[in-house]
C-alpha cells in the first residue's frame, strides 16, 4: 500500500464473515474500484482475522493504485461502534469476543476505521445506495440466523446495550427450539438454517441448504412451499410489530434467503393486508438491491466522506435504483 496515491474520496468497506472476508475500495458516489476476497481464519482467532482484513485492504490499494483515507467494518458479532470491539460472538469464532478490532486494525494500517456489526451496516449500504432509502428504516437479514437493524430520523440505532432492531430472537413465532436455546423465536421460521431444517422434518428429505428447497418450491414442492410461505409470513409480522411500535414506513430484507423473494413475497404482502400497522400508514416490505455488496458498501458508508443524507420521503414504487453490484 505504500506506493498507491491517497485519496480523500475513495474508503474500503470490509466485511468479516464466517466464512470469507470480503473488501471493495468505493468512491464518493458509491462506484467500486476493485474488489478482493479472502478465507476467514475464525478457528484461528481474532489476531489473524484481523491481519487478513488489514491484507485485504493493502491488496485492494495496490490493485486500484489508490489509498483509502478510512476504513469501514462489517463485522460478525455483537460490536461496541465507539470503540471498535468485539462484545459478544457465536462459538465459530476463536478468540472473537473481546478482541479490540478497531484498535488492532487502526495501528496496523494507520489509517481511521470505524467498525460496525454486518447487520447493521447492511442496513447502511441499502439506506445509501440502495432499496433502503428513507430517514425510517428497519432492516432484516435472513441468513444462517435472522438479524436486524434500524435506522431512525436518519442515524442507525444501537439502542444503551447495541441491540436495537435485533428481531430475529423475538418470540412467539412457533413452538420450535430457537439457536439461542429460547423458544419461538422469529429466527425459527425465517432463517436458511432453519427453512432447511423444517423442511427435512416435514418431509424425511434431509436438504444441504434453504437454496435446495427454494429449487423445489419453485419446482412445485407443496411441502417447500409451505416452508417459504410460512417464513414470509413470520418476517411480514415482524416487520409489522416493529413498525407499529417505531412507525418506521420501510423495511429491507436481504441476506441469503431474500434471494429466494419470488417465494416469500405472496405471504408478505397477504400479511400486509391482512394485518396493516395500526396507524394506516402503509408499510412496504421490498427485498434489498445490493445482495452480497450490501454489507461492504454500508462499511464504507461508516467512513465515506460523501453526506449520505436519508430523505423523509421514500422514493416512488416504480423508481429506477442503481445496483453499484453491478
Not at 447493521?120 to 428513507?134: Q, V
Not at 409489522?240 to 404482502?269: E, F, K, N, Q
Amino acid at each position: 500500500m505504500s506506493g498507491s496515491a491517497a485519496s480523500s474520496a475513495v474508503v474500503a468497506g470490509v466485511d468479516i464473515g464466517g466464512t470469507k472476508t470480503s473488501g471493495a475500495l468505493v468512491a464518493a458516489d458509491g462506484a467500486v474500484l476493485a474488489r478482493a476476497m479472502r478465507d476467514t481464519p475464525a478457528r484461528t482467532g481474532g489476531a489473524a482475522m484481523a491481519e487478513t482484513a488489514a491484507l485485504l485492504v493493502e491488496e485492494l490499494a495496490d490493485s486500484a493504485g489508490v489509498r483509502p483515507h478510512a476504513v469501514g467494518v462489517g463485522a460478525a458479532g455483537v460490536v461496541e461502534p465507539r470503540t471498535g470491539s468485539i462484545r459478544a460472538a457465536s462459538d465459530m469464532f476463536v478468540d472473537w469476543a473481546g478482541f479490540p478490532l478497531g484498535a488492532r486494525l487502526r495501528e496496523r494500517l494507520a489509517l481511521e476505521v470505524r467498525v460496525e456489526n454486518d447487520v447493521n451496516a447492511f442496513l447502511l449500504g441499502e439506506t445509501a445506495w440502495g432499496s433502503g432509502r428513507g430517514s425510517d428504516v428497519l432492516g432484516v437479514m435472513l441468513g444462517t440466523g435472522v438479524g436486524g437493524a434500524l435506522v431512525l430520523d436518519g442515524r442507525l440505532r444501537h439502542g444503551p446495550h447495541g441491540a436495537a432492531g435485533e428481531i430475529g430472537h423475538t418470540p412467539g413465532y412457533s413452538e420450535l427450539i430457537c439457536t439461542c436455546g429460547r423458544t419461538g423465536h422469529l429466527e425459527t421460521l425465517a432463517s436458511g438454517t432453519s427453512i432447511a431444517r423444517r423442511y427435512a422434518s416435514a418431509t424425511d428429505r434431509p436438504v444441504d441448504s434453504a437454496r435446495v428447497v427454494a429449487e423445489r418450491a419453485r419446482a412445485g414442492d407443496p411441502a417447500a412451499v409451505r416452508m417459504f410461505d410460512e417464513a414470509g409470513r413470520a418476517v411480514a409480522l415482524a416487520c409489522i410489530s416493529a413498525a407499529t411500535l417505531v412507525d418506521v414506513p420501510l423495511a429491507v430484507v436481504g441476506g441469503g434467503v431474500a434471494a429466494a423473494w419470488d417465494l416469500l413475497a405472496p405471504a408478505v404482502a397477504a400479511m400486509l393486508a391482512s394485518d396493516p400497522p395500526v396507524s394506516g400508514v402503509p408499510l412496504r416490505i421490498v427485498p434489498g438491491t445490493l445482495r452480497g455488496d450490501a454489507v461492504v458498501l454500508g462499511a464504507a458508508a461508516l467512513v465515506s466522506a460523501s453526506d449520505h443524507s436519508f430523505p423523509s420521503t421514500p422514493f416512488a414504487e416504480g423508481e429506477l435504483v442503481r445496483d453499484v453490484a453491478s
